[in-house]
């Protein structure tokens, strides 16, 4: 299995940014992780392919997760970005077995 991630880049305070991740085939749960600079690595969001989300709390009210099954794709879009969403996103999947799957990192800076 392969992700490819992309959308990342330099976004000022308050801006908006959305990031895409295609898997090569159909993945049960995709989601996305983040590390900020210093920090460990925490999960941001999952979907299932029936829809189902989760958010990490603190995020949920400025970050939505979705996807395009028939894409194998799975968004992100983030608003009201601050200088602390600095970080590297990385999309992952699980198949229904649990398997887990990395994609590459895409990074996003939050800086006027």
């Known amino acids: 299995v392969q992700l490819q991630a992309s959308g990342g880049g330099l976004v000022q305070p308050g801006g908006s940014l959305r990031l895409s991740c295609t898997a090569s085939?159909?993945?049960?749960?995709m989601g996305w992780y983040r590390q900020a600079p210093g920090k460990q690595r925490e999960l941001v969001a999952r979907?299932?392919?029936?829809?189902?989300?989760y958010y990490t709390d603190s995020l949920a009210d400025r970050f939505t997760i979705s996807r395009d099954n028939a894409k194998n794709t799975v968004y992100l879009q983030l608003t009201s970005l601050k200088p602390e969403d600095t970080a590297v996103f990385y999309c992952?999947?699980?198949?229904?077995?649990?398997?887990?799957?990395w994609g590459q990192g895409t990074e996003l800076t939050v800086s006027s």
């Open positions: 979907i299932t392919s029936g829809g189902t989300t």
């Open positions: 085939r159909t993945l049960y749960i």
């Open positions: 992952y999947a699980r198949n229904r077995a649990m398997d887990f799957y």
